[in-house]
């Protein structure tokens, strides 16, 4: 009976509210002047995964400057707004693809993001079969580099930061460098690159080279085997200082450091990173790990955004993530803003439409960036993506902080050093 | 001791709690528990809240970490297990309402982390935990009192299931619930206790685990197919068969892809994964029921005799 009772009072509430919804559109104010349209931009960052820490950046960035989208947009009285949506792609492709899939299914054509080459990869024939337009701040893989498909990215390929990382060995006076990878889309791309350069830097490549499932968390096995590599080389007569390690990694770069400390002599070979590993907040925030990067001078690569306009807003961005997250931004974080100002002001011109969004990208993005951008200049290629970048060095100080000691002029091959690492 | 070998130390130790905790419950209550990953997160977490909140070695939050492991437990069995089991619910079915029991925790995680993260200023994405650690006899401590841990809390567990009263009315439960509930066992708490103990458990693994790799929220999730393997390597029906099995799932992902990559080159440290799950299959070809399935005092027993022959012949 009191069963019943219950069933029979769930069914009324179903009814009831199935009835409230009905009478909405009947209900409410009288029409007034139309409301304003809202589009949407998805922006596919990795809050969890081994980018996570750069990945809450570029949210944190994104939603400021939708935020400021909104107020020019309020400003100027136009008709739309921009509205943004923060999807994790747990820097994982499959969950990236379905979070891209998922949403487009909601009828959002333009996504800021994903930040990690294989994501990106895993987007890339559904986009192109979709006409999806999605913009990574920090796809660096050469791989993707095509031309007239859905992808840009504004960043520079790798083809030119592989060259940035063996010319620190050469500075550094490696005779032998040995390779740590990622085994992904973009650790396979940035390791070829840089060992290309190395050889026709003169330097040797060790034949055993260590690449890792990129799903590896414990690198307890790798430090073993890394540990006899060097053992093998100093038998053969190679002083310690003339070995070089260069590490493409993300922030799995702390239980990596973590695991080689154990080994003293890796402490006296030189040690090389990457814009996987440059201002890693999770680096900073592990004790073993940054003294080991700290008495090791372990420097990595970044882009190095362009000289600030009297308008930029890298100074404003840099101050928000500073005041919200307590911690410097990474470089790519201010791509991140750029690309939702480039998005928001191509649709302003021509609506949400992606093939003419698409059409008028490059000349927007030229013409905001120039002004404003808080990445420096975005000149896309081609291929779609950032055409020029140098690349700062960046070293952890014995203050616990990211210091800029050079930076590497791509034009000229040659670094340019602030503090003389070498 | 190695590195290598001390950190595979603790990720064995780690999981033949999980993996014994895993066997524990599937015996009892015919529940593979895929709860356990998010259980063992959580437990991990626990310690490194602690840790870094509170201050102090993480080792004094174990106990913490089995408690909440056991209430996560308790809440697992009341709320899905129990009305499920009463419904007469077969295998698959239980198995798959703690799949969506995993999810709500590991959204629960998240949400933490969120916390964590942007309120408290941290981290708590990817931890290693071996900076709250201290160094014993020349190693990492962990790579001595885990092993310790997990040895004195399965001894005990032996004990209180070989000792005590409630312990036999355990096992006689587990072994035949119809007999044993005509004898007066009430089998509603004996099955309550297997989810405390076994959710205890996982939290307890999850904690020493994070010793050995690093802290993420999926943590428990990336290594459930071991917890499993390990308890499928044990035979799923004897939990000193799960202990093992995990115990040795764990330690040839260390000490054996090693061995293997020293001899056969880099390129096995790929397939590190690989290697105690072909090792599982294996075992269960020719060993059906698993570890607890090899006549151990049969082939000792053989051993035995053949050394004394020989000693005999010597003299």
């Known amino acids: 009976m009191k069963r019943k009772f219950v069933v029979g009072i769930v069914c009324l509430l179903a009814v009831a509210l199935i009835f409230a919804g009905c009478g909405k559109k009947a209900e409410g104010p009288a029409p ?95 986009a192109n079969a979709n006409k999806i337009l999605f913009i990574s701040p920090s796809s660096t893989s050469p791989a993707l580099a095509i031309a007239d498909d859905w992808l840009f990215r504004f960043c520079t390929s790798d083809a030119i930061q592989g060259p940035a990382v063996a010319k620190m060995a050469q500075e550094a006076g490696v005779e032998q460098l040995i390779f740590v990878w990622r085994g992904d889309t973009w650790g396979d791309g940035l390791q070829k690159a840089s060992a290309e350069a190395a050889k026709k830097f003169g330097i040797n490549i060790y034949p055993q080279e260590l690449r890792y499932d990129p799903m590896l968390e414990d690198f307890t096995v790798q430090a073993a085997s890394l540990n006899g590599y060097v053992n093998d080389l100093v038998s053969k ?147 779609g993506d950032r055409a020029f970048a140098d690349y700062n060095i960046w070293v952890i100080n014995d203050k616990l902080e990211w210091e800029n000691v050079g930076y590497y002029d791509s034009r000229a091959d040659k670094i340019n050093w602030s503090r003389k690492l070498y | 001791m190695a590195p290598w070998l001390a950190t595979g130390l603790i990720y064995a130790s780690a999981l033949a709690l999980t993996a014994g905790g895993i066997t524990l419950l599937y015996m009892s209550t015919r529940t593979f528990n895929f709860a356990h990953a998010s259980m063992a997160t959580l437990g991990f977490y626990v310690v490194y809240s602690g840790a870094v909140l509170g201050g102090g070695v993480p080792y004094k939050y174990f106990p913490l970490a089995f408690l909440v492991g056991g209430v996560l437990g308790v809440i697992c069995y009341y709320g899905l297990n129990r009305p499920l089991l009463r419904r007469g619910a077969v295998e698959i079915t239980l198995m798959m ?198 006549p151990w005092a049969v082939l000792f027993g053989n051993l035995a005799g053949i050394a004394g022959k020989k000693r005999g012949a010597k003299a």
């Open chain 2, 97 to 294: 309402s703690t799949l969506g029991y995993d999810l709500i925790l590991l959204s629960v995680i998240q949400m933490y982390c969120d916390y964590l993260t942007f309120s408290r200023k941290l981290f708590p994405r990817r931890v290693s935990m071996n900076v709250f650690d201290f160094e014993l006899f020349g190693v990492n401590a962990a790579s001595v009192i885990l092993p310790l841990v997990a040895i004195v809390f399965l001894t005990g567990l032996h004990l209180f299931l070989v000792k005590t009263k409630f312990g036999v009315a355990m096992r006689a439960t587990i072994e035949n619930p119809v007999l044993a509930g005509a004898s007066g066992i009430n089998s509603d708490r004996v099955y309550m206790s297997a989810w405390i103990i076994g959710g205890g458990m996982a939290a307890l693994g999850g904690a020493a685990m994070s010793m050995a790799v690093t802290g993420t929220p999926v943590l428990g999730m990336n290594s459930i197919p071991f917890m499993f393997a390990g308890a499928i390597l044990g035979g799923l029906h004897s939990l000193y068969g799960g202990i093992l099995g995990g115990f040795v799932v764990g330690l040839t992902e260390y000490a054996g892809v090693f061995y293997l990559s020293q001899k056969f080159g880099p390129w096995v440290l790929g397939y590190r994964m690989g290697v105690p799950l072909l090792l599982m299959a294996a075992t269960l070809l020719i060993f059906p029921r698993g570890l607890a399935g090899i």
């Open chain 1, 237 to 383: 007569g190679v002083s310690l200082d003339k070995i070089g390690i260069t590490v493409i990694s993300f922030e799995e770069i702390a239980p990596f450091f973590t695991a080689v400390n154990a080994y003293p002599q890796l402490k006296q070979v030189k040690w090389f990173g990457s814009d996987g590993t440059a201002m890693s907040a999770a680096l900073l925030a592990d004790p073993i790990a940054s003294k080991f990067a700290i008495e090791t001078k372990f420097a990595s690569t970044k882009n190095r955004p362009e000289a600030a306009t009297e308008k930029s807003r890298y100074d404003y961005v840099r101050q928000h993530i500073q005041k919200t997250l307590n911690r410097d931004t990474d470089a790519y974080s201010y791509n991140t803003y750029d690309i939702i100002w480039s998005l928001a002001k191509a649709i302003d011109e021509v609506g949400y439409d992606s093939e003419k969004v698409k059409a008028i990208l490059p000349r927007v993005a030229d013409e905001w960036t120039k002004v404003h951008g808080a990445s420096g200049h975005v000149v896309l290629n081609e291929a």
């Open chain 1, 32 to 126: 007034g002047p139309a409301a304003p349209t809202t589009h949407t931009i998805v922006g596919l960052f990795p809050l969890t995964g081994v980018l996570s820490t750069f990945g809450e950046n570029s949210a944190e960035v994104a939603k400021l400057a939708a935020a400021d989208v909104n107020e020019w947009l309020e400003k100027e009285n136009k008709n739309w707004r921009l509205r943004i949506v923060i999807e994790d792609t747990a820097t994982d492709p499959p969950t990236g693809l379905r979070k891209m899939q998922s949403w487009f299914g909601e009828g959002v054509k333009f996504f800021a993001g994903p930040q990690a080459s294989g994501v990106a990869r895993e987007c890339l024939a559904f």
